[in-house]
């Protein structure tokens, strides 16, 4: 396998929100692990999906690498240097390599801003800083390039977004996240909120800026087919931690951890005759609450292949086959068992 650069490396990323009991709130009642222990990486150029049920930590995660969540532990490299430790100052010119391209486009502009403010934005405050070295008719001239190549003519340039509709405003807060030419987009279910005959317009737009600007995604959709139209490799996270990671077309064919099965046998087919004999998967119950401490697989509640070993011990990484990685106790013995 062809050996790609590597641009961001997570690290045993834990985010935990502390719950306080008492009058006060000053006694400590334990934590709600939101984020328990992730490692992954995302290679230059690729699009690397993260999926898995609502309130499993996907949100959070990208929230945690963009630093706008509290790290509890870990490290976040970024071009090799470490997120998580940096200062304000340094965090600063960091955040212009990365940007957030965020679900709800209603409340991610700002409704007093003209559209060409609100991409224009960015430059201004990076070039306040002198992080940039742009005058003003620049700073205007790259807004309207940025909108225009977004779907945006310059007639609408002097519009709020109150009067645009929900793909348009996308289109703005996608324009707004280019504006100062970063390497990686953290874009957190971009189309979700979205009609499905504007998501396929959305997703094209996003392929063809990612050839055309040499950018980097981690992508978190809840919808799988997206996932799989859009990203390389997908990462399969469940209460916080990822149980499976693969290559797309590899894991859309052949999933192995019991959870990424589950995910998959209720995706829609458009085959009615195969859809009938396809067998589903159904899990018991709902996804524990991430304040109780397990000592075992995260999974292990619902599992239906769960085993004694799985109640007891929290399962790692292993590479089963190359570029495929499963955590779960049925491949221990797999061959390539190495920790990733």
């Not at 504007?198 to 959709?221: G, H, P, R, V, Y």
């Not at 077309?249 to 995706?267: G, W």
Request: proline content about 6%.
């Amino acid at each position: 396998m062809q050996t790609r650069e590597t641009l961001l490396e997570i690290k045993d990323l834990k985010v935990h929100f502390p719950l306080e009991k008492g009058l006060l709130f000053t006694k400590k009642a334990g934590a709600v692990r939101a984020v328990d222990g992730v490692s992954f990486c995302v290679h230059k150029g690729e699009s690397l999906g993260l999926v898995g049920e609502s309130g499993c930590g996907k949100s959070t995660t990208i929230m945690a690498l963009a630093r706008l969540e509290h790290i509890t532990s870990g490290q976040v490299l970024f071009e090799g240097k470490d997120l998580a430790g940096m200062d304000a100052q340094q965090l600063i010119r960091a955040r212009k390599d990365f940007q957030i391209i965020f679900q709800d486009p209603y409340s991610s502009l700002d409704p007093r801003m003209r559209v060409i403010d609100i991409v224009a934005e960015p430059m201004r405050i990076f070039t306040k800083k002198r992080l940039l070295s742009l005058t003003e008719k620049q700073i205007e001239e790259k807004a309207l390039s940025l909108l225009d190549r977004c779907g945006l003519p310059s007639s609408y340039t002097k519009r709020y977004p109150h009067e645009f509709s929900g793909g348009q405003r996308q289109r703005i807060g996608i324009a707004r996240a280019l504006s100062l030419g970063p390497k990686l987009i953290l874009a957190d279910e971009p189309v979700s909120a979205l009609d499905v005959s504007i998501q396929s317009q959305i997703l094209n737009l996003l392929k063809d800026l990612q050839k055309e600007f040499n950018l980097t995604f981690l992508f978190i959709a809840h919808d799988l087919s997206v996932v799989e139209y859009f990203c390389n490799r997908v990462a399969v996270m469940y209460l916080g931690n990822i149980v499976e990671l693969a290559p797309s077309n590899i894991l859309y064919k052949n999933p192995m951890h019991p959870y990424t099965k589950a995910l998959l046998s209720a995706v829609p087919i458009p085959d009615p005759v195969a859809a009938k004999t396809r067998k589903r998967l159904i899990l018991n119950g709902d996804v524990p609450s991430p304040i109780s401490i397990r000592l075992g697989c995260p999974f292990y509640e619902r599992c239906p292949m769960a085993m004694g070993a799985c109640e007891k011990q929290k399962p790692t990484l292993i590479e089963i086959e190359e570029g495929h990685q499963v955590a779960c106790f049925l491949y221990e013995n797999a061959q390539g068992g190495d920790h990733a």
